[in-house]
């Protein structure tokens, strides 16, 4: 140590502060590892140098860091950073174990509360999340991050009152929030005599940021919508689907290709007698587009007392992908060697470690679902996989499931849904690979038909709980009535009686949409005009 070093744990711990402020981290662990070597009973240095390690991804490392700053001294702000390495080391079990530690407690300050609060909500403890942002929000009521998160929360708990008024203040705080905008206009039918048009629409005139505009213009069609100005709600959808667009990289092709090769490498002679997967029958799939009544199904199978709505889980691509990566033994893989090399995974192998992955978003009943829509590319994957799982499609007017598409502004995932020629072009990929997996897997999955389930909730609720060799409950048909959180676009939906004015609505805009249907006609799918 020169005759400069900073000498005192504290100087030392300011200077990793300084890298980590400068985004030097590699520097910064040094730093950290330096002043651990000095003063290797001084709990914060053990702290940065996890922080540093967590940050470089060297979780295992991370880990062992963090500990032992816990047995120097216990705080709850240790105890947070171990619960954040365990989540992002995708072990979902010790993060839930984690987070039920810090459930309840007292915590020091507001900026506690609310990251406790958001690990709880990533590891499925929505009312934990609420008691912790409430909380939060007691001792800060002017953060608006704060009000926006249990804004969320609510909603997926189905208190839309609650919610509305959580993304009010969170809008009065800061106004440039924007999503706050969007998710507020999805909480409820706007009335003409309660509704957010006039800001909505003074707030796009005065806002600059692309990203911020998308949000607006989506919300601003949903409340337009409501009002029944279905011409304005159609600009103003375009005009935020194209600048979302316009913000992506993204090439529909790509996708296609993909979705082709599948139906080429899956044909029916991988599933004709020789199918070694899991001997394991606790997975019900439901598969499909999105906006097609993937979580209603859910929501009535979620019902039945033996069963356990698991939400959209992503294990199955990703315990795939880790599979394949083994395989590949380092090599750099194109998507389309993705698909071919799929066909040489262990799939018994793929299905017990998905079994595995799966656990800790379980409660303990006998059957569970995964409801990700996106496995309809993986229906025969699945099947190979876990032979005796049981997979549900859902299906929807095709206009129906585009218009529906369209207008829903997604997080991440469905970068084909902002351009009408590309959304098209998509489904037609889609209704093609469903037909195949119909083919060669005849009779594996069960296809319901949205309209149907509307129209006879209860033959349908019947239909499904036969195919997923699940006895009758009245429960199925009362589905509105279940507790339990949704954290879907459809929450507040699934949580009323059901109702039939979404079907047919693609019709108020029939001429917008008119070279969809010209689109879907010409590749053979009927349009009911």
């Not at 707030?203 to 998308?214: D, H, K, M, Y």
């Not at 213009?217 to 667009?245: I, N, Q, T, V, Y």
Request: negative net charge.
């Amino acid at each position: 140590m020169t005759a400069t070093a900073p000498r005192t744990r504290e100087q030392m711990a300011d200077r990793v502060a300084g890298c980590i402020e400068a985004g030097d981290l590699r520097q910064a662990l040094h730093a950290s590892q330096d002043l651990n070597r000095h003063y290797p009973d001084f709990a914060y240095g053990w702290y940065l140098a996890s922080w540093s390690l967590r940050k470089l991804q060297r979780l295992p490392d991370a880990l062992r860091t963090i500990d032992r700053a816990l047995q120097l001294e216990p705080s709850d702000r240790f105890r947070m950073h171990r619960a954040r390495c365990l989540l992002e080391a995708g072990d979902m079990a010790g993060a839930a174990a984690a987070a039920g530690e810090l459930r309840g407690r007292p915590l020091a300050d507001a900026v506690l509360h609310g990251e406790v609060g958001t690990l709880l909500y990533r590891v499925g403890d929505h009312a934990g999340a609420l008691e912790h942002y409430s909380a939060a929000i007691e001792l800060d009521q002017l953060n608006p991050e704060f009000h926006f998160n249990r804004a969320a929360v609510r909603r997926y708990l189905g208190d839309a009152v609650g919610a509305e008024q959580d993304f009010d203040a969170a809008i009065a705080l800061r106004p440039d929030e924007y999503e706050a905008y969007n998710g507020r206009a999805q909480l409820r039918q706007q009335a003409a005599a309660h509704n957010h048009v006039a800001q909505l629409r003074d707030t796009i005139s005065r806002t600059r940021s692309p990203a911020g505009l998308v949000q607006l213009h989506f919300a601003l069609a949903k409340e337009l919508e409501d009002l029944e100005d279905h011409s304005a709600s159609f600009e103003s959808l375009r005009a935020g689907a194209r600048l979302k667009r316009s913000l992506m990289r993204y090439d529909v092709a790509t996708d296609l290709g993909i979705i082709d090769r599948i139906r080429e490498v899956y044909t029916a002679d991988r599933f004709d007698g020789h199918i070694e997967g899991c001997d394991n029958a606790e997975a019900i799939f439901v598969i499909g587009m999105p906006r097609t009544g993937t979580t209603l199904v859910e929501r009535i199978l979620g019902s039945h007392p033996d069963v356990c709505a698991a939400g959209e889980l992503n294990e199955f691509g990703l315990e795939l992908t880790r599979q394949v990566s083994a395989l590949a033994a380092g090599r750099t893989l194109s998507r389309l060697d993705f698909v071919d090399s799929s066909t040489r995974v262990d799939f018994r192998a793929l299905g017990q470690r998905y079994l595995e992955r799966v656990r800790p978003y379980r409660d303990g009943r006998p059957v569970f679902i995964d409801k990700l829509p996106f496995n309809y590319l993986y229906a025969g994957l699945i099947h190979l996989a876990l032979p005796h799982a049981k997979i549900v499609s859902v299906r929807r007017d095709p206009l129906d499931t585009c218009y529906a598409v369209y207008k829903q502004l997604f997080k991440d995932a469905y970068p084909f849904s902002y351009d009408l020629a590309e959304l098209g072009r998509y489904y037609v990929a889609y209704d093609r690979l469903m037909r195949h997996w119909d083919t060669v897997m005849p009779g594996v999955v069960l296809t319901v038909h949205y309209e149907e389930v509307v129209a006879d909730v209860r033959g349908q609720a019947q239909r499904l709980l036969q195919h997923c060799a699940l006895g009758w409950d009245e429960q199925c048909v009362r589905f509105h009535e279940n507790a339990r959180a949704s954290t879907t676009a459809s929450a507040l939906q699934v949580r009323q009686p059901l109702y039939d004015t979404s079907i047919g609505r693609w019709r108020r805009y029939a001429e917008q949409l008119e070279p969809l249907r010209l689109q879907l006609e010409a590749a053979g799918i009927a349009c009911d005009r």
